[in-house]
């Protein structure tokens, strides 16, 4: 397949494009610094980067970042700082995306156990993750062509040096495990799901 | 109690009033044509609601209007819309809100089946609760002075005309079976919950 690999200067990006090349996929990288670059928090920039890159089997999204802060300090631009890169950020490939993605393609984006799971500082993280993970499900059976859409949603990484003790007592997730559910959600017929690792 | 009732105009407020007003407590019901007013899409109007309001034991907020269409035609500015009045909306009870409610009270959300079930046109809607929901859980063990923060989360009414037929099949919720909900999340003592009803 041909996929669309946005978010690929991330750990998770990272963990995606190697398995997606080990199984002999066509990889397209990119992150705020590849030519093309993209930042997803800008429409245009998104609009751009899906007119240089064409018609894809597959567009996987592992970008977006939130404000991390105990929610007594969170503010009204906090919530919306994430829900612009969290949320937006990865519904856009959806918006402008499902033009670019092939019949019986997919789009995978990705969100996080903060979404089920409260853990410090992590109100806002938990907000945008929710809002991307409920809008999973209900898009699902509404999409065109057979495209189907999925999140993979990892528990805090074994192999990211970050975030750890915020995560105390929550069993890490292991890059294989995480690349098991990016190649599901490729290459499966799961559609509307919420693949937790 | 003295119970701040916002969105007081809407079914879902109604029932909650009526409720509350029946267990003995003082509600100050506000929705967009009280005295005092408020829309909760605007900060300003919160601020000047809450200054207005003082010292209350319960904020319960059942507020918020999102856009409903099927997703090959929702934009990136009808997830801003429901995003800003429905999510926001309701956050900004808790941006500004903890500040007005007293020790051990309570702060109570209103979402929807829609975040977790999946019905035609509903993907902002599913957003934009699922956002709520996810929040209400992670803000839930970092709120100051003992107060409380649950979502009061129903199906489709069964004595509101609206909407019947985008959920067939599912079971819709009786005033009384709502009203229980908003007291056991104003009376009792969950945290952090989604009462789902």
Do not use: C, W
């Not at 939130?66 to 906090?78: A, C, G, N, Q, S």
């Not at 057979?146 to 105390?168: K, M, Q, T, W």
Request: charged share 15%; aromatic share 4%.
């Amino acid at each position: 397949m041909r996929i669309l690999l946005v978010g690929a200067g991330g750990h998770v990006g990272g963990v995606a494009r190697d398995a997606f090349e080990g199984r002999g996929h066509e990889v397209l990288a990119v992150s705020r610094t590849t030519d093309p670059a993209v930042n997803t928090s800008d429409p245009a920039s998104i609009r751009a980067l899906l007119e240089a890159v064409g018609i894809v089997d597959a567009i996987v999204v592992a970008a977006g970042s939130v404000p991390f802060k105990p929610v007594t300090e969170l503010t009204r631009e906090d919530y919306m700082s994430g829900f612009v890169s969290k949320t937006l950020g990865q519904l856009e490939f959806v918006v402008q995306g499902l033009d670019h993605v092939a019949d019986g393609g997919s789009i995978t984006v990705t969100t996080g156990v903060l979404a089920r799971e409260s853990v410090p500082t992590a109100a806002a993280a938990a907000m945008a993750n929710g809002a991307v993970e409920s809008f999973v499900l209900a898009a699902a059976p509404e999409l065109p062509r057979g495209i189907r859409i999925n999140a993979v949603s990892p528990n805090v990484l074994a192999n990211s040096p970050h975030y750890h003790d915020a995560f105390a007592g929550m069993t890490p997730v292991t890059d294989s495990e995480v690349a098991m559910a990016f190649i599901r959600a490729v290459e499966g017929n799961v559609n509307g799901r919420v693949l937790a690792v």
